[in-house]
């Protein structure tokens, strides 16, 4: 399958988590969370949907993760009502750890200095 179709497919679940997120889910352990990136495979069958959370706290943090590992089959199917294909991806989310790993860059060179 063409790259370029895989890479329209994740931009557009963004699109679609992101607001299914703001505008369907009222739990409240999802309120405050940014989706940074969604990777689909080559075969549209898998979706890691990627967060991030300003939360610091390791048990808002799990609080989050099982929140929305609980609303999972909610986004799939909302996505499947939004987007036209022929077979819904699996969703599955995971924490972007991308922002803290440029924290802890951040401060090392700062050390450094």
Do not use: C, W
């Given at each position: ?27 409240p352990?999802?309120?405050?969370v940014?989706?940074t990136d ?17 939360e ?9 993760q099982?929140?929305?590992?609980k ?10 009502n939004r ?10 989310f ?20």
């Amino acid at each position: 399958m063409p790259k370029y179709r895989v890479e329209r497919v994740s931009q557009e679940i963004l699109r679609e988590v992101n607001d299914i997120l703001l505008k369907t889910v009222k739990d409240p352990r999802v309120q405050n969370v940014t989706i940074t990136d969604v990777e689909v495979t080559g075969d549209l069958q898998h979706a890691t949907v990627y967060y991030s959370t300003l939360e610091k706290d390791e048990q808002a943090r799990e609080d989050t993760q099982t929140g929305l590992d609980k609303i999972a089959g909610l986004v799939r199917s909302e996505i499947g009502n939004r987007i036209k294909l022929y077979k819904t991806p699996e969703i599955r989310f995971e924490r972007d750890k991308s922002l803290e790993q440029g924290q802890r860059i951040e401060k090392i060179l700062k050390d450094l200095k």
